[in-house]
């Protein structure tokens, strides 16, 4: 057990924290701070304090790109400007909005939030932790973030480039990740400040993703190389310590087109299924009859799936089952969709046109839009 120490007033205070220690935690903010003014990424949702738009980055960050998210944040906020416009949208148009982030859970609790928000806060964001916690989706985490960003409070954060970081400065050697990460919220409490939680807890984000990389970090560019127990031994590649990834299921399906005319059927995902509330083409077994117009593949958090896309030509009539629907092909693109869903709509529409088989879809990240580990914790949040 070793002790981070942090400075209160002029008395510097310790706190117990296992596997490492740092022991200039002024000089740590301080050099941080430095770095920050100089190489910050300059991202659309730092330009404001709007706790709505604070979290709205917040949740689709999570498991996302941030290249990826900037697109996807301007469209939103331009369609639902403030908390109130998304806690009066209905669940479809702001399942559509998100289409192609992935984690479509993330967008229902958004809603959900917004609502509690409108509905048991007058429209105002609680400001207390103990409030931002109570509303649907926001954990320990998006909590902290809006809470210094937005508000200023000194409160910590951890998640995939902080952690990384400070698992590093401490010399930290235990598994990360859950449980797990309990000691590093500790340094990371010991060492956010009472002023500027915001831009320090930015700047821990920053330099885990440009210069404290998960490979080859650019030790030589960090502002705390000489704060750091890794570099100090020549760790930096064995630090932190990651649980073992879990066991990919490989799976095999394939996805039924059934035409009536100019009419497709699509189906909505069911409640406990991927992509609830999603629109997709139903599916069957691996090798169901039908004439086939290509394939898709795409993973699913521990999954990867080939899916074989089938098309089948309805003779007479028939009413879609429950949870179905006969959708003209052009309208497709108005639906919310799985991503493997549109992906195989454009299968469709490109066999509609041309009368024949439609080229294979080109490889991708799929329906999660990523293949890694999903959640509603940022810890994932990447570069």
């Known amino acids: 057990m070793s002790r ?3 400075a209160v007033g002029n008395r510097p205070a310790t706190v117990a924290v296992a596997g490492g220690g740092i022991t ?3 000089g740590v903010r301080r050099r941080l701070a430095r770095w920050y003014a100089r190489a910050k990424r300059d991202l659309p949702w730092r330009r404001t304090r709007d706790p709505y738009a604070v979290w709205v980055s917040e949740v689709m960050l999570q498991q996302t790109q941030v290249e990826r998210v900037k697109d996807y944040f301007a469209r939103f906020l331009a369609r639902f400007p403030a908390v109130g416009d998304l806690a009066r949208a209905r669940e479809a148009e702001v399942l559509k909005h998100w289409e192609g982030l992935g984690y479509y859970r993330r967008a229902r609790q958004l809603h959900a939030a917004a609502k509690a928000v409108v509905n048991e806060h007058d429209g105002v964001f609680p400001t207390s932790l103990e409030g931002l916690r109570s509303l649907p989706g926001i954990g320990r985490y998006t909590a902290g973030a809006i809470a210094s960003i937005a508000f200023g409070l000194p409160t910590p954060i951890v998640e995939a480039n902080s952690r990384r970081v400070l698992a590093r400065l401490a010399g930290h050697e235990r598994p990360v990740g859950g449980s797990g990460d309990e000691p590093i919220w500790e340094i990371a409490e010991a060492l956010v ?4 939680a915001g ?3 930015q700047a821990l984000m920053d330099l885990g993703a440009a210069v404290c990389t998960p490979a080859r970090p650019v030790c030589g560019r960090c502002p705390l190389a000489g704060d750091c127990a890794a570099h100090a031994t020549g760790r930096e590649d064995a630090i932190p310590v990651m649980a073992a990834p879990r066991a990919t299921k490989e799976i ?3 996805a039924v087109v059934s035409r009536r005319g100019d009419r497709v059927l699509v189906v909505r995902r069911g409640p406990g299924e991927w992509w ?6 139903p599916r069957e077994p691996h090798g169901a009859p039908g004439h086939a117009i290509g394939h898709v593949r795409y993973g699913v958090t521990h999954h990867r799936i080939e899916c074989g896309v089938v098309e089948r030509t309805m003779t007479r009539a028939r009413p879609a089952p429950a949870g179905g629907r006969w959708v003209p092909v052009a309208d497709l693109t108005a639906l919310a969709m799985t991503a493997p869903g549109r992906r195989i709509a454009a299968i469709v529409a490109g066999d509609r046109v041309s009368g024949g088989a439609a080229a294979t879809p080109r490889r991708g990240r799929g329906a999660a839009g990523s293949r890694r580990a ?7 949040r990447r570069a």
């Not at 400040?193 to 500027?196: A, E, F, Q, S, V």
């Not at 999903?374 to 994932?380: E, F, N």
Request: glycine share 14%.
């Open 193 to 196: 400040p009472r002023r500027g």
């Open 276 to 281: 609830e509330g999603l629109w997709d083409f």
């Open 199 to 201: 831009v320090f807890n």
């Open 374 to 380: 999903a959640g509603g914790s940022r810890r994932a």
């Open 4 to 6: 981070v120490r942090k």
């Open 24 to 26: 200039d935690s002024a």
């Open 252 to 254: 095999r399906e394939t």
